[in-house]
């Protein structure tokens, strides 16, 4: 998309034609025609509302969540992590957190304050904006489970305070406007004993470490789990564990887990997440979801 974007009128990092290989834990992706890292909300506020209103813009955190097609992106990719990075306590039991502000950092915060409820999010990569947009959660947790309030704000760069009972919420589902993100939330915690805190969050993070391929590139849970089950099991019912396609590859440790053997390309992951999802349904009757966000424009030799 050729458009000059003037940048008098604001103060952050403006790059052309960024790969977002770069940008995403599955470390494939084509390129973005422009890619913005703000200096601050404030900046990021008067970036927004400089932009025409027929530009494409794309919110991206820490890209864990996230396949980008080898085609690239259209318009402008903000970036908020390592922005949006507010972290205190604000009274005896709340703490205020920015949307670039990792998961797990939240999560450690937390436990040093004494409060309970967020060592789930120490097990899930990725950033605040990014849990809140999806509900994240893990091992009976969810994140809107403790939200008490939250900033948005909208391609216009208008902020905007809600309380959590403005929201649909549902599991790995929030009803926010496509137009709007997350910047910044408080969370009412439980106030609780911070050794008891990190006894669990180390108990998770060693479950999680059994159980999934730590340390290869992935984006985490491919599909969310059916009603009542879990897509990892219907997965490995159908024998796919270590199927492979091209450089995309099925965790021979977790099944709702698609690896990036070292030269995949984003078509090859989307390929093998339809390929997954249509032996799960022929075999169990059952349509998996993807968790997983799919954005962007196919290579043009595809």
Same mark, same amino acid.
């Given at each position: ?22 940008h ?23 970036f ?20 980008v ?53 120490a ?47 549902a ?52 599909f ?12 490995? @019912? ?6 492979? #396609?091209?450089?995309? =590859? &099925?965790? $021979? %440790? +977790? ?11 984003? @078509? ?6 339809? #390929?997954?999802?249509? =032996? &799960?349904? $022929? %075999? +169990? ?6 968790e ?5 424009e196919r290579?043009?030799?595809?």
């Amino acid at each position: 998309m050729n458009v000059d974007i003037d940048k008098t009128l604001f103060r952050g990092e403006l790059r052309e034609q960024e790969p977002m290989s770069r940008h995403t834990s599955w470390k494939t992706g084509g390129n973005a025609d422009y890619y913005y890292r703000a200096l601050d909300i404030d900046d990021l506020s008067e970036f927004l509302s400089s932009l025409p209103n027929d530009m494409p813009l794309t919110w991206v955190g820490l890209g864990s969540n996230l396949l980008v097609r080898d085609g690239g992106l259209s318009g402008v990719v903000v970036s908020v992590v390592g922005v949006l990075n507010e972290l205190e306590c604000i009274n005896e039991n709340c703490i205020a957190l920015g949307a670039g502000v990792t998961s797990a950092k939240a999560a450690r915060f937390a436990a040093k304050q004494g409060l309970a409820g967020i060592e789930f999010l120490a097990a899930i990569p990725g950033s605040i904006g990014g849990a809140l947009a999806m509900n994240a959660g893990a091992y009976g947790g969810e994140i809107w489970r403790y939200v008490k309030q939250v900033e948005t704000i909208n391609r216009n760069g208008k902020r905007q305070f809600y309380t959590s009972d403005q929201f649909e919420i549902a599991y790995r589902s929030v009803s926010l406007a496509d137009d709007e993100w997350f910047v910044s939330c408080i969370l009412e915690l439980n106030i609780s004993n911070r050794e008891q805190i990190e006894k669990n969050m180390k108990a998770m993070l060693s479950k999680r470490a059994e159980a999934q391929p730590l340390g290869q590139h992935s984006c985490g849970s491919v599909f969310r789990n059916p009603v009542g089950d879990h897509a990892a099991r219907l997965i490995d @019912l159908c024998g796919l564990k270590g199927k492979q #396609l091209g450089g995309a =590859a &099925v965790s $021979e %440790k +977790h099944a709702n887990f698609i690896i990036n053997t070292g030269n995949a390309t984003s @078509l090859d992951i989307e390929t093998l997440i339809e #390929l997954v999802q249509t =032996a &799960v349904y $022929e %075999k +169990h009757d059952v349509k998996l979801t993807p968790e997983v966000r799919i954005i962007g424009e196919r290579g043009s030799d595809q």
